[in-house]
C-alpha cells in the first residue's frame, strides 16, 4: 500500500513541470472559481488512483494529472513562467475602463474612458459632494467581476454616499508579468492619475478620494497617487502583489507617503503578498500570510486564496464596521500568547483606526 503524501507530491510535481515544459498558451480564460473546481477534482483523482497500487507505481499516474493541474492552475498564476507572444501595441487610454456603479439615470452603471472629455458627466454620474472610493483590480483577473457591483452595492446599503469608481484593466491582463511589469503598469497608473485630475477639476476634494487595490492594483494606485498636490486622503492596499515588487525602491511601488494615510491588510506575506511591512499601519490577520480557513478549504490553492482573502475581509468590514480589530505593535506569536493584550486596539478595514 502506498502511504505517500499524494497532496504533497502534486504539488512538487507542479513546480517541477511547469519549470520543465514549454506549455504555450495565450490566455487562461478560467475563473478562479473554475480553476478551483478542477483542482479539487484532480486531487480526488489522484488520491483515489494511488490508493491501492505500489509505489514504484505512483509516478506513471501523476505524471498525467500533473500535466493537467500545471496547465490549468500554474500557469494562471505563476506568471514569470507563462510563455505567452510579448503585446507590442502601443498602450492608449482607451485600454482602461473606468466604471461608476452610482449612476440610476443610467441603470446604476456607466462606463467611459480618458478619450470621452465630458466623462463621468456631473452630477448624474459623479457627484462632487460625495467621498469617491477608487477600487483597482489585480493581474489575471477578469474585467469588471461581480465582486465590484457587490462591493458599491455594499457601500449603498450602509448608507454611504460615495461615488464608486472601478479600474477595469483587464486589457493587459493576458500579458506575462514580466513584461507587463516593464511596459504596462506605469501607463495604467498615468491613466488612473490622469482621471483623479479630472475629477478634482470636476469639485472632488483630494482628500476624500480613496483608492483601494488588491495585488497588483494595489502598486498602481501608489504610482498613480505618487506625485499628486495635494495628497489624496487615503490609499488601501488589500494583499499589495510581492513578486518582482519586494525589490522595488518605495518610489516604484506603494508606500507610506502616497497618500495622507496608507494602511495595508496583509493576508499571504512574502508568497503572493508583499513581504513586508509598507504602510502607516498594517495589518496581519492570522500572522499575514497563511489564511487557516484557506488552507483547510482549498489546500492545493491555499496560496493565492490567502491573497485573495484580504478583499474579502475588507468587503466584511464594509459590511459589519467594527468587525476587525488588532492590536497595536504586537507580533502575531505574542496574541496568540496574550501578551501586552492591554496595547491599543486598531480597527481594521473601511472604517480604519487613523494614527
Not at 189 to 211: C, D, S, W
Not at 228 to 250: A, V, Y
Request: hydrophobic share 35%; glycine share 8%.
Amino acid at each position: 500500500m502506498c502511504g505517500i503524501n499524494i497532496e504533497k507530491v502534486l504539488t512538487k510535481e507542479l513546480k517541477k513541470t511547469v519549470l520543465e515544459q514549454e506549455i504555450r498558451v495565450r490566455k487562461i480564460s478560467l475563473s478562479l472559481r473554475q480553476v478551483m473546481k478542477i483542482s479539487t477534482r484532480l486531487l480526488g483523482r489522484a488520491k483515489s488512483d494511488t490508493q491501492n497500487v505500489a509505489e514504484n507505481e505512483v509516478s506513471e499516474i501523476l505524471d498525467k494529472y500533473r500535466k493537467e493541474y500545471s496547465l490549468y492552475t500554474g500557469l494562471s498564476y505563476i506568471n514569470t513562467l507563462a510563455l505567452v507572444p510579448e503585446d507590442t501595441r502601443e498602450s492608449k487610454p482607451e485600454d482602461v475602463k473606468f466604471i461608476f456603479y452610482n449612476a440610476p439615470e443610467y441603470g446604476g452603471r456607466i462606463e467611459g474612458d480618458l478619450n470621452e472629455q465630458d466623462f463621468p458627466v456631473s452630477p448624474v454620474v459623479f457627484n462632487s459632494s460625495y467621498d469617491t472610493k477608487i477600487f483597482i483590480h489585480d493581474w489575471l483577473q477578469e474585467d469588471e467581476p461581480l465582486w465590484a457591483e457587490k462591493t458599491a452595492f455594499n457601500y449603498a446599503i450602509k448608507g454611504n454616499k460615495v461615488n464608486f469608481m472601478f479600474v477595469d484593466w483587464s486589457n493587459y491582463t493576458h500579458i506575462p508579468y514580466s513584461i507587463l511589469i516593464q511596459s504596462k503598469i506605469q501607463k495604467v497608473a498615468e491613466y488612473v492619475n490622469q482621471m483623479i485630475h479630472r475629477l478634482i477639476l470636476k469639485g472632488a476634494n483630494p482628500k476624500t478620494i480613496h483608492i483601494i487595490g488588491l495585488g497588483t492594483g494595489a502598486h498602481i494606485g501608489g504610482l498613480a497617487a505618487k506625485n499628486l498636490s495635494p495628497k489624496i486622503g487615503r490609499i488601501t492596499g488589500l494583499s499589495p502583489f510581492g513578486p518582482t515588487w519586494n525589490e522595488k525602491p518605495e518610489t516604484e511601488r506603494l508606500s507610506k507617503g502616497d497618500a495622507d494615510f496608507v494602511d495595508i491588510i496583509h493576508t499571504n506575506m512574502g508568497l503572493f503578498g508583499f513581504s513586508k511591512t509598507m504602510g502607516d499601519v498594517d495589518f496581519l490577520p492570522n500572522g499575514g500570510n497563511m489564511q487557516t480557513s484557506m488552507k483547510n478549504k482549498y489546500p492545493l490553492m491555499k496560496n493565492i486564496m490567502s491573497h485573495l482573502m484580504a478583499k474579502t475581509l475588507y468587503d466584511d468590514s464594509i459590511n459589519f464596521g467594527l468587525s476587525y480589530i488588532g492590536k497595536n505593535g504586537i507580533s502575531y506569536h505574542d496574541f496568540l500568547g496574550k501578551k501586552n493584550i492591554f496595547n491599543m486596539p486598531i480597527v481594521m478595514g473601511e472604517y480604519v483606526t487613523k494614527k
